[in-house]
């Protein structure tokens, strides 16, 4: 049976009603955004796949715009980090643009809305603008300046773009209708003054844009056709028209705003300011710390951009806001990682076995499989002698009958190798294990094709031979946040539920096929979980990074 067509989704209807009317294929046009005061994160990521999704679905250009109209939080660095993100996703724009590339238009227009009664130049402070908005049930009142004469609005608008005019000293407003329901219409502000360097226009500019004159007329100086942003702008979508309806000529093409709906990542903030607060307070190490859920932070714990475009396809687009579990992000990351990642052998928590009836300092090569999941991935050698690590959990002096791992009198097989028993074990004055005892097989290698290779046993353990080990810093991860909705209590600061255990360090053993392996590698540390090489790892001291564990685990730590 033919596999049914996908659906579409709310945006893309939007869409085809579009091309059904009035609109061509040649006039779709798409954006991205982002303000350079941050850096982007997992719902940012939604957004791009959305709208660089639309561009390859529709064979249409997509611009990377720049919303650059603050100077106090925006900075090179963040348009930096923002472009290396959309572009390991795996998207090109079509156009790199910036917000700041329109200030002389935006500007321009500003004079010619003050010409034709539009616009005009408010002296109050902040406060008392706030205080004669009125509420959503009482109509605002008119500032004291509504009705200041076109010549002195343009004379002290010039005075606020030359810096003749203190920095709190006055604003331009737009004048629309003090008594709309929507209290965004109620003569919004335009422009403040601001005496700050711009990251790139440095001191040009003693005045700035505020987000709503800005964003729709940058969206119509790019010929924009949709312009996607999420619910809180619904309101905006009303002040957007009235904009674009007072700079645009009859008859011109004008963008459109839709809505869509946020989804939120449980156990995960995406607040910028508070990201920002986890790393300037040192909750985390940095913008990348792979506990963030920037994009960054996934790329350096080992997510990659196959999983994330697959968890933002996965969880689409909708007109509500729901709770989307973490767990969800994290099985699209093993989904991926299990097709790619070849297997190898580290043991995080190790104890010394011994194999007594194995002929001291000799070795073998044996032979292991890359990969599973991929027939072309071959396969390695790994070192094999009489003293080996195997993790501590995976042995017990006694045991019960649903315990498939090693004991004493009772049969294993090592991956790759041979079948053991354990025989009896050594302690220290404490009574902690040190040394397990144990006998081979040695017919019963693993793919040798005799009888004895063939025997069934319960279990197979992972191991790493003592000799040849690799010595790694592993490092790891966890949930940031202990509850789902870490801001969601307003009695609570959100601090109050980081998790003590988001990160735990160890230093584990590798087998030495590793000690090449660069910054970025990802591997699976067999029946442990996906790892990756960390930034930070050295040929002297390898680190590793926890993406994630084979199987969700949080649910039964909880």
Not at 129 to 143: D, F, L, N, R, V
Not at 414 to 425: C, D, M, Q, R, S
């Amino acid at each position: 049976m033919a596999e049914g067509k996908k659906s579409l989704n709310f945006i893309e209807q939007i869409i085809e009603e579009d091309l059904k009317n009035d609109y061509k294929k040649e006039d779709l046009k798409f954006r991205f955004p982002p303000e350079p005061n941050g850096y982007l994160h997992i719902g940012h990521a939604s957004s791009i796949c959305l709208n660089f999704g639309l561009g390859e679905k529709y064979d249409a250009p997509v611009n990377l715009r720049f919303d650059d109209t603050n100077p106090m939080k925006e900075e090179q660095e963040y348009v930096d980090a923002i472009k290396r993100d959309v572009e390991w996703l795996g998207f090109k724009w079509a156009k790199e643009c910036y917000a700041s590339d329109y200030f002389q238009q935006l500007y321009d227009w500003a004079v010619e809305m003050i010409k034709n009664g539009d616009a005009y130049v408010d002296s109050q402070t902040s406060e008392e603008i706030a205080e004669q908005k009125g509420t959503p049930t009482e109509p605002g009142k008119m500032s004291p300046y509504r009705d200041r004469s076109v010549e002195e609005n343009l004379e002290l608008f010039e005075k606020m773009k030359n810096g003749d005019t203190p920095e709190r000293g006055h604003v331009l407003r737009a004048k629309i209708d003090m008594a709309s329901p929507n209290m965004l219409m109620r003569d919004p502000v335009m422009y403040r003054c601001l005496h700050k360097s711009h990251h790139r226009t440095g001191s040009d500019w003693k005045i700035y844009p505020m987000y709503d004159w800005a964003h729709g007329e940058s969206d119509f100086i790019e010929s924009i056709s949709h312009s996607f942003c999420t619910l809180e702008f619904l309101p905006h979508r009303e002040l957007y028209n009235w904009f674009v309806e007072k700079v645009s000529k009859p008859g011109e093409f004008k963008p459109k705003q839709r809505e869509f709906a946020r989804r939120n990542l449980s156990h995960t903030i995406v607040s910028k300011r508070k990201l920002l607060q986890l790393v300037e307070k040192g909750f985390v190490e940095s913008w990348d710390d792979p506990r963030m859920p920037t994009i960054s932070g996934l790329r350096r714990r080992g997510y990659t951009p196959e999983a994330i475009r697959k968890f933002a396809d996965s969880i689409g687009v909708g007109k509500r806001e729901n709770l989307i579990d973490v767990s969800h992000l994290e099985f699209c990351a093993r989904e991926d990682l299990n097709k790619i990642a070849p297997r190898v052998m580290g043991v995080l928590d190790p104890v010394k076995l011994v194999i007594t009836n194995y002929p001291e300092g000799e070795e073998e090569w044996l032979e292991a499989e890359n990969n599973p999941e991929d027939e072309s991935a071959g396969s390695r050698q790994v070192p094999f002698s009489r003293e080996l690590y195997i993790e501590k959990e995976d042995f017990k002096e006694s045991a019960n009958r649903k315990f498939f791992r090693l004991s004493l009198g009772k049969e294993v097989r090592l991956k790759n190798a041979y079948i053991i028993k354990g025989e009896e074990v050594v302690k220290d004055s404490e009574g902690n294990i040190t040394e397990i005892h144990c006998t081979y097989d040695s017919k019963s290698k693993s793919g040798s094709g005799t009888e004895e290779s063939m025997r069934k046993v319960k279990g197979t353990l992972h191991w790493v031979s003592v000799k040849h080990a690799l010595e790694a810093e592993i490092r790891l991860y966890d949930r940031l946040f202990s509850v789902d909705e870490p801001d969601g209590d307003k009695e609570k600061d959100y601090l109050d539920f980081i998790n003590p255990e988001s990160l735990e360090v160890v230093t584990g053993y590798l087998e030495p096929s590793l000690k090449d392996a660069k910054e970025q590698d990802k591997v699976q540390f067999q029946r442990i979980g996906y790892f990756c090489v960390d930034r930070d790892s050295t040929p002297d001291k390898p680190v590793f990074n926890r993406t994630v564990g084979l199987r969700d685990s949080w649910s039964k730590k909880q």
